[in-house]
């Protein structure tokens, strides 16, 4: 089994629908990571997170919101979809900080907003 | 702030010859540095690393890269291309805080 997961793998909605991307980890780690992916932009960072009572924002967190439930799962929200958000999602997981970690990525989550 | 510049957003080679992935960094503090690679349809997975540990960092499938302080870069290599290495390589750099920022990437294509 896979131990970055993420639901939906794919996802089409319609503007202004709210809609809520999930991802679970079996690797015990306590860093999770929510980031999006456009063609030509590489990977940004939307939202992190230290452990379940520490939520930070990334570099593009507007319209985006998140919901840390349990160590393993992290909850990536668009409260409002409009299309400039159809992108790929990607959830990744890290053991650790102090940058010489690697982070661990999950198959990632297509939405498409029409 | 730290950022990294793939110089290349496409390249092209026959298979069996060799591979140059070109990756420079900024960053205010020692880095560290991966290259990923995402195949199509697939998510993304470490090549290899650099933790200022050894500047020649071997990674998985033969690739390999050298950290160049002086010239502040982190280039992929591979000595030939295999028709299995099509696909999407990112350089990332990250600082102390686990802040991981992503090239733009470089899409590999390997002709038989």
């Known amino acids: 089994d896979a131990d970055v997961t993420q639901t939906p793998r794919n996802r089409i909605t319609k503007t202004g629908k709210r809609i809520m991307l999930e991802c679970s980890q079996t690797k015990g780690h306590d860093r999770m990571y929510w980031y999006r992916q456009d063609p030509g932009l590489g990977l940004r960072l939307i939202y992190y997170?230290?452990?379940?009572?520490?939520?930070n924002k990334g570099e593009i967190s507007d319209g985006y919101s998140v919901s840390r439930q349990a160590q393993a799962k992290f909850s990536l929200s668009l409260e409002s979809a409009i299309p400039n958000q159809t992108a790929l999602y990607f959830c990744a997981t890290s053991p650790g900080t102090g940058g010489r970690y690697e982070q661990y990525f999950g198959p990632g989550t297509r939405l498409t907003v029409t | 702030a730290q950022s990294v510049t793939q110089l290349d957003s496409h390249v092209s080679v026959s298979e069996g010859t060799p591979v140059l992935l070109r990756c420079n960094y900024s960053s205010s503090y020692s880095p560290s540095l991966f290259w990923y690679v995402q195949h199509p349809n697939k998510g993304l997975q470490l090549l290899l690393k650099y933790t200022s540990a050894a500047t020649l960092v071997k990674g998985i499938n033969g690739f390999e890269a050298e950290f160049k302080k002086s010239e502040t870069s982190f280039h992929l290599t591979k000595p030939s291309a295999h028709m299995s290495d099509a696909a999407e390589y990112f350089c990332?750099?990250?600082?102390?805080?686990?802040?991981?920022?992503f090239g733009a990437g470089t899409r590999l294509t390997v002709k038989p």
């Open positions: 997170s230290f452990d379940v009572k520490d939520i």
């Open positions: 990332v750099v990250s600082d102390t805080n686990n802040d991981m920022r």
